[in-house]
């Protein structure tokens, strides 16, 4: 058994950011995370900057020239997974959007067979069930209510133990079928939708947990209707928000963070297409989609999903948004993680040293804990 111990100038294990630690390393896994003094006679390798566990993106829609939709397996997969990985995400739910049927069917199980593969967690399902007013970049020929298949794919990709979030609109879906995906512990999440806060608010009674990136593709909020927008802020879900600097204003996403009655609720999506780790362009739908200033643009101009890494979300949340650096690795790990039921994620002990990332003093990814680290001291 080889035993080492890292001593970083912090260490974030989950809950708190922690100064004065130090990680015992047995066989390349963390088995203590320790505050204080290191044992008598203990050699530490010092490493400059934070150590966190590895980030957790619950919508994952490509990376590495890879879009899940046009490329359904389980090979696929490992690619968004290895590509979003070189940025320090190192859990992913990779997301099928809107499609045939057969796409859907084609991903679940690709994501049988790849998980558990570098941090595959599960299988987001956003769409098709949503509302065609507020479908934004999903193809309105695909979009339909909630029906049997799909109520068939989540069964038995949950009969698996999968984990699975899917986004539907509470127009799109009834009271009982969201009632019936919840018992099945899937987790329903409230997204591109036209409803009003008493729809939504129906949705959450019948056991909807979620919503997907707030604000995007959501009823707005006005001061005579709360909307979707408002509906999802007022209550207890927990909520996905991108933070890249154009889908979301960082003034209202810190106004959102603030406004929640429940604190811990709100957390970090890359909403990522393929060009993460990827070429500057790929294909949607049969549709050039380039990347022009940082954003992803479609023939028309228009916002056609997100570049952007949790690592950066991370930095735009703790230096634009106003919001802690603890609170912003919260929202890019422990968060997450516990919406999905696999709270070990948020955690260090346990943990790969390849499932750690190293954060330097202006909150950058600059690698993870595989690579050659510096001499003892």
């Known amino acids: 058994m080889s035993e080492r111990w890292i001593s970083p100038t912090s260490v974030f294990d989950g809950q708190n950011i922690l100064k004065n630690a130090h990680l015992r390393i047995e066989d390349d896994r963390v088995i203590e995370v320790l505050a204080g003094d290191l044992p008598q006679g203990a050699q530490s390798q010092r490493i400059s900057g934070l150590i966190s566990p590895g980030f957790v993106d619950l919508q994952v829609n490509g990376g590495g020239d890879v879009m899940l939709n046009a490329t359904p397996t389980?090979?696929?997969?490992?690619?968004?997974?290895?590509?979003?990985?070189?940025?320090?995400?190192?859990?992913?739910?990779?997301?099928?959007?809107?499609?045939?049927?057969?796409?859907?069917?084609?991903?679940?199980?690709?994501?049988?067979?790849?998980?558990?593969?570098?941090?595959?967690?599960?299988?987001?399902?956003?769409?098709?069930?949503?509302?065609?007013?507020?479908?934004?970049?999903?193809?309105?020929?695909?979009?339909?209510?909630?029906?049997?298949?799909?109520?068939?794919?989540?069964?038995?990709?949950?009969?698996?133990?999968?984990?699975?979030?899917?986004?539907?609109?509470?127009?799109?879906?009834?009271?009982?079928?969201?009632?019936?995906?919840?018992?099945?512990?899937?987790?329903?999440?409230?997204?591109?939708?036209?409803?009003?806060?008493?729809?939504?608010?129906?949705?959450?009674?019948?056991?909807?947990?979620?919503?997907?990136?707030?604000?995007?593709?959501?009823?707005?909020?006005?001061?005579?209707?709360?909307?979707?927008?408002?509906?999802?802020?007022?209550?207890?879900?927990?909520?996905?928000?991108?933070?890249?600097?154009?889908?979301?204003?960082?003034?209202?996403?810190?106004?959102?963070?603030?406004?929640?009655?429940?604190?811990g609720r709100m957390f970090l999506v890359s909403d990522a297409m393929a060009t993460v780790g990827g070429q500057d362009h790929f294909s949607l739908y049969g549709?050039?989609?380039?990347?022009?200033?940082?954003?992803?643009?479609?023939?028309?101009?228009?916002?056609?999903?997100?570049?952007?890494?949790?690592?950066?979300?991370?930095?735009?949340?703790?230096?634009h948004v106003g919001v802690s650096l603890l609170d912003a690795l919260k929202m890019a790990v422990t968060i997450p993680a516990e919406c999905m039921g696999v709270p070990e994620y948020g955690m260090l002990e346990g943990r790969r040293v390849d499932d750690l990332v190293i954060l330097n003093a202006a909150h950058e990814f600059v690698g993870d804990l595989s690579a050659p680290i510096h001499d003892a001291a």
Not at 200 to 213: E, L, R
Not at 289 to 307: C, F, P, Q, T
């Open 74 to 263: 389980s090979d696929g997969m490992r690619i968004m997974a290895e590509a979003h990985r070189r940025f320090g995400t190192v859990a992913i739910m990779p997301t099928v959007i809107t499609d045939r049927q057969e796409v859907m069917g084609l991903a679940a199980e690709a994501a049988l067979a790849a998980k558990g593969d570098r941090g595959i967690l599960g299988i987001h399902i956003e769409g098709p069930h949503i509302a065609p007013e507020r479908r934004g970049t999903h193809a309105r020929k695909f979009v339909r209510p909630l029906d049997q298949p799909t109520l068939d794919i989540v069964g038995k990709l949950r009969d698996a133990d999968l984990p699975v979030m899917i986004t539907v609109a509470p127009e799109s879906a009834t009271p009982a079928q969201i009632s019936k995906l919840a018992e099945m512990g899937a987790i329903v999440s409230l997204g591109h939708t036209d409803a009003t806060s008493e729809q939504v608010k129906t949705a959450i009674s019948a056991g909807a947990t979620c919503a997907t990136h707030l604000f995007n593709a959501m009823s707005p909020m006005v001061g005579r209707a709360a909307g979707a927008v408002g509906a999802v802020i007022n209550s207890e879900l927990y909520s996905g928000i991108i933070c890249d600097g154009y889908h979301v204003a960082d003034e209202m996403i810190g106004l959102a963070i603030r406004a929640r009655p429940v604190s």
């Open 287 to 319: 549709q050039d989609i380039y990347l022009k200033d940082g954003r992803l643009v479609n023939s028309e101009g228009s916002l056609a999903g997100a570049h952007v890494t949790q690592a950066q979300g991370v930095k735009r949340l703790a230096e």
